[in-house]
């Protein structure tokens, strides 16, 4: 059963308009959610995160916002460009404690291609 | 300062061997965390150490075991390999393997099991 969803396998944006990957999570005890990009043959880099206690955290071209009663976040780029293209995880974390730390669940992935 | 470095890059095997995989962490990087990557699952953790010891463990056999040097080097190995085994195993590193610091990736070892 997959905690971290990313329903949209692949998704296609022009050159200068806004790309919105989306991902919906099950489990209510995710405090911690964090985006990944992976280019082919590379390991995935980290993007942006944001923290439960936030509804909204922004980076330069990146905005991640995050509805905790709806269980789903979004990652918003704007404006797209072709360096963009590449695979966006969505990853998810449950509070650190006396179980362990770094225990992430990552979605499968959703395919970005921004065309020039 | 040099990336997560993991070794070797490719590897082909046959059902019922073993192998192990090998991850060095960035210098100073004393949490390793592995996973494992396939088209249909995505990323799915495997285990994480820290300081030689493993603090958390995910959903798999007891096939996948890894182990943790005082370098804080770490490896993977998995015994009688299965076809469902090939993947791309990734590994990560982070200063103490907290929930919000940064974790890098290695490139990956590209597993195929024949």
């Known amino acids: 059963d997959q905690q971290v969803k990313q329903n949209s396998p692949s998704l296609s944006v022009q050159e200068g308009r806004i790309s919105i990957l989306n991902c919906d999570y099950t489990n209510s005890m995710f405090d911690y959610f964090l985006w990944y990009k992976k280019y082919p043959a590379e390991g995935p880099t980290f993007l942006i995160s944001i923290s439960s206690i936030k509804d909204k955290n922004e980076d330069g071209r990146f905005t991640v916002f995050l509805n905790k009663s709806a269980k789903h976040l979004s990652l918003h780029i704007v404006p797209s460009q072709p360096g963009d293209s590449a695979v966006y995880f969505c990853?998810?974390?449950?509070?650190?404690?006396?179980?362990?730390?770094?225990?992430?669940?990552f979605g499968i992935g959703t395919k970005l291609q921004v065309i020039p | 300062k040099a990336g997560v470095t993991q070794t070797p890059r490719y590897l082909i095997k046959t059902r019922g061997q073993q192998v192990t995989l090998s991850c060095s962490p960035i210098s100073g990087h004393r949490s390793v965390s592995w996973y494992q990557q396939t088209p249909g699952q995505g990323l799915q953790f495997l285990f994480e150490y820290f300081s030689e010891t493993q603090r958390n463990k995910g959903n798999f056999p007891g096939r996948f075991s890894g182990r943790q040097f005082s370098n804080s080097r770490s490896e993977m190995n998995v015994s009688t390999l299965e076809l469902g085994d090939s993947a791309l195993y990734l590994c990560?590193?982070?200063?103490?393997?907290?929930?919000?610091?940064?974790?890098?990736f290695g490139q990956g070892t590209r597993l195929t099991v024949v």
């Open positions: 990560a590193s982070s200063l103490d393997g907290r929930e919000d610091t940064e974790a890098f």
């Open positions: 990853a998810a974390s449950p509070p650190g404690n006396s179980g362990g730390y770094q225990k992430v669940t």
